[in-house]
């Protein structure tokens, strides 16, 4: 925060926020320090959104943890964290030493300025070896304790809880040494670690950093002022207020406030700038080769990351957080888009009129196979051939031309997009106005059947084209 907290302020919880490579065992740290079983319920065992929690020691001392995503697409996240937070926990796994995203996460670390302690995590497999994970970090300049620096190094197990009492020991002293503090009278300054919605509305996590926050007080956010209707803590339990170091759930948006952005007393922000979490590119263009998309996530931590680690030929046309909606699918519909949904549901209705409307729906709730699947797209020649049809014939038809065509392969429907091709050149892209098996109209056409297509624009077709029905 650009305002620090006055030294007069009382002592309060530290923020601590765990960072460290992917399947180090963060979330299964933090299980065991506040005894419940997240990481059993994360999708492919990956923490996919950023959660803050608190927790006792056996001293009584509270402390606020931040978990931040190990997987390479939520370095937004891991390094947002890191600069709310007071201390930070690098998890490095005893038997695989210094990763790729270890030293990402010592880079933010160092960057946002702030004490860290080293936990070598998993110390019960054989394979642990602490000296080497202390020999690696040394050459990436981290000053251990008792080695000309003031680093802990401490071995711990999420599995067996080995050595966890001794890193929560380690934090409480940590914080007194930078004496933490907080004034609960003063000024409300909070960020907000992660958004969503739910059947509440829009939905804020946020931890508290000074001053205090309580349900029915009015504060401002960087896109709105309202009025707090509902506080939750970390266990989902209602509160009345939460105070300096601490994590709530803040009920009352009208609209999804962005991840990062702060929160004020009402008497502290006067001019709102206006930002909106939900996005609609309106008249962006796509380019020959280029892949348009809308993507809608649960939450707009993973939104942001998802966004920021797309392939470079997919253009996002929309996104937001929550679910898949009718304008989304009248949105892909006029620009030939795929819709992607990352761990957000699609409401039946709106799925039968996807299914109507042509337009593909894809879900996932595991982010390396969202990835692999639009590089699968992109390999494919950025389109998914669904038939192929050989113009046979030209017949003229009020002033426009018919193809007689036969299919050779696969169908065409009525709903699909189609290209123009002559050997191996592209001759352009058209979509169908009519589909006629004889003077039948047809919806499709199927493998080894005869039909007439008038097609916009129309095109110059010749005999012996041929007609590819995609879906983009």
Not at 302 to 307: D, F, K, R, Y
Not at 341 to 363: D, Y
Request: aromatic letters at 4%.
């Amino acid at each position: 925060m650009e305002k620090k907290i006055s030294s007069s302020g009382a002592t309060r919880p530290p923020i601590v926020v765990i960072l460290g490579h992917v399947d180090h065992g963060k979330t299964t740290l933090l299980d065991n320090v506040r005894s419940t079983n997240v990481a059993a319920k994360e999708a492919g065992g990956i923490t996919q959104s950023i959660g803050a929690s608190e927790v006792s020691t056996k001293e009584g001392k509270q402390i606020t943890f931040i978990d931040t995503p190990g997987h390479a697409a939520f370095s937004n996240m891991r390094a947002r964290g890191a600069k709310l937070s007071d201390i930070a926990i690098l998890v490095v796994a005893a038997g695989d030493g210094v990763k790729p995203q270890t030293k990402e996460a010592l880079e933010y670390i160092l960057e946002a300025k702030i004490p860290f302690i080293v936990a070598a995590t998993k110390i019960d497999l054989p394979t642990a070896n602490l000296e080497t994970v202390r020999s690696q970090l040394e050459k990436e300049g981290v000053l251990f304790e008792g080695r000309g620096g003031d680093v802990p190094l401490l071995g711990v197990s999420g599995k067996t809880g080995k050595g966890v009492q001794e890193l929560l020991e380690m934090i409480t002293l940590v914080s007194e040494l930078n004496d933490i503090k907080g004034d609960p009278e003063g000024s409300l300054e909070a960020l907000i670690v992660e958004t969503g919605k739910d059947n509440r509305g829009p939905t804020a996590t946020c931890v508290v950093r000074n001053g205090q926050l309580e349900v029915g007080c009015e504060i401002v956010s960087e896109i709105e002022r309202i009025r707090v209707r509902g506080l939750f803590d970390w266990n989902e339990k209602p509160v009345q207020s939460v105070g300096p170091g601490e994590p709530a759930l803040v009920l009352g948006f009208k609209n999804v406030p962005p991840v990062g952005s702060r929160i004020w007393g009402v008497d502290q922000k006067e001019i709102l700038p206006t930002i909106s979490m939900q996005k609609k590119s309106v008249g962006i263009s796509v380019e020959e080769g280029q892949i348009p998309i809308v993507i809608k996530a649960q939450n707009a931590g993973t939104l942001e990351a998802v966004i920021s680690n797309l392939p470079g030929k997919i253009v996002v046309l929309a996104s937001g957080v929550g679910d898949v909606t009718e304008s989304d699918i009248f949105l892909a519909k006029s620009s030939n888009a795929l819709i992607f949904t990352f761990e957000s549901k699609t409401p039946h209705q709106v799925r039968k009129l996807a299914e109507t409307e042509g337009i593909s729906i894809e879900s996932f709730t595991i982010i390396y196979e969202l990835f692999e699947r639009l590089e699968e797209i992109i390999e494919k020649g950025k389109v998914e051939i669904l038939g192929r049809a050989e113009v046979l014939a030209e017949f003229p038809y009020n002033a426009k031309k018919i193809a007689g065509c036969k299919i050779i392969q696969g169908k065409i429907t009525k709903k699909d997009a189609l290209i123009l091709t002559r050997g191996d050149k592209k001759i352009g892209e058209m979509s169908v106005i009519s589909l006629k098996k004889g003077r039948e109209d047809i919806v499709e056409a199927k493998q080894g059947e005869e039909c007439g297509i008038i097609f916009s624009p129309q095109l110059d077709f010749k005999i012996g084209d041929v007609i590819l029905s995609v879906r983009k």
